[in-house]
């Protein structure tokens, strides 16, 4: 007959298990929610695609700024952004600019699309 010491280490080996899933799961249920992008292109007045245009990306939290190097279809992309903070993006190129657009943190979708028009 076993005694209630002996059990006791199993059931706390079955406990930490139990706690460990439980953490792993919401971990990855939470990194989901960390996964947003920003996507878009850079196009001139007559709407044609901007390769190099330089693309900034501001951390309105932080203050960090990335930049990205539009593809040759005037596309960028900035992936893995946080959802709790605002962002300022703009393009660049050959000295004239596009007006800043704001990605807020209460915009919820994980794939953000937008365009940039250089004047």
């Given at each position: 007959?076993?005694?209630?010491f002996?059990?006791?280490?199993?059931?706390?080996?079955?406990?930490?298990?139990?706690?460990a899933?439980?953490?792993?799961?919401?971990a990855?249920?939470?990194?989901?929610?960390?996964?947003?992008?920003?996507?878009?292109?850079?196009?001139?007045?007559?709407?044609?695609?901007?390769?190099?245009?330089?693309?900034?990306?501001?951390?309105?939290?932080?203050?960090?700024?990335?930049?990205?190097?539009?593809?040759?279809d005037?596309?960028?992309?900035?992936?893995?952004l946080?959802?709790?903070?605002?962002y300022?993006?703009?393009?660049?190129?050959?000295?004239?600019?596009?007006?800043?657009?704001?990605?807020?943190?209460?915009?919820?979708?994980?794939?953000?699309?937008?365009?940039?028009?250089?004047?």
């Amino acid at each position: 007959m076993r005694s209630r010491f002996q059990t006791l280490p199993a059931a706390l080996l079955a406990a930490a298990v139990l706690l460990a899933c439980l953490t792993f799961a919401q971990a990855q249920k939470n990194q989901g929610w960390q996964n947003r992008t920003l996507t878009g292109h850079v196009l001139n007045r007559q709407e044609q695609p901007l390769p190099k245009a330089i693309v900034y990306l501001k951390n309105t939290k932080t203050l960090a700024i990335k930049t990205y190097i539009s593809d040759p279809d005037g596309s960028y992309h900035f992936p893995a952004l946080s959802p709790n903070v605002d962002y300022e993006v703009y393009a660049e190129f050959q000295g004239t600019h596009s007006d800043t657009k704001t990605l807020s943190a209460f915009d919820t979708r994980k794939l953000i699309n937008i365009t940039l028009h250089v004047k």
